[in-house]
C-alpha cells in the first residue's frame, strides 16, 4: 500500500472550488509529522503550497493565501486541501508529502493528482 495517496484532482472553472484528500493510512506515524502540499507545472520546479506540523500549524505560500486552507483528521490520518476561488494559474499536478518535523526536507511523497482550471 502506498504511504500517502492524493485524490480530488480535476477540473473546474476558474472561481470554482476542488478538495483534494490525501489518504496517510499507509504511513503509521503520520500523525507525528510534518505534511505538505505541494504543486508542479510543466517546466517548473515543485513548490510548497501549504504546510502543516504535529501541532496543527500551518503555512501558506503567498499565491494561495485566503483561497487555500490545508487541515487534518488526526484520528483518520487523512490530510486535506480546500481549494477556493481557484485560478488558471492554480493548474498544476498536486502532490501531499511527509518529513519529520525535524527534517529540513520532505521524504515521503504521493503519486500526485491533476488539478485542471479553465478560463
Known amino acids: 500500500q502506498a504511504p500517502l495517496k492524493e485524490s480530488g484532482g480535476g477540473s473546474v472553472q476558474a472561481g470554482g472550488s476542488l478538495r483534494l484528500t490525501c489518504f496517510a493510512s499507509?504511513?503509521?506515524?503520520?500523525?507525528?509529522?510534518?505534511l505538505g502540499w505541494f504543486r508542479r507545472t510543466e517546466g517548473r520546479d515543485r513548490m510548497e503550497v501549504a504546510g502543516?506540523?504535529?501541532?496543527?500549524?500551518?503555512t501558506y505560500a503567498n499565491s494561495v493565501k485566503g483561497r487555500f486552507t490545508i487541515s487534518k483528521d488526526f484520528p483518520k490520518n487523512i490530510l486535506y486541501l480546500q481549494m477556493n476561488n481557484l485560478k488558471v494559474e492554480d493548474t498544476a499536478i498536486y502532490y501531499c508529502?511527509?518529513?519529520?518535523?525535524?527534517?529540513?526536507?520532505?521524504?515521503?511523497w504521493g503519486q500526485g493528482t491533476q488539478v485542471t482550471v479553465s478560463s
Open positions: 508529502a511527509a518529513r519529520k518535523c525535524g527534517d529540513t526536507s520532505y521524504s515521503v
Open positions: 499507509g504511513y503509521p506515524g503520520s500523525w507525528n509529522y510534518c
Open positions: 502543516i506540523d504535529n501541532a496543527g500549524r500551518t
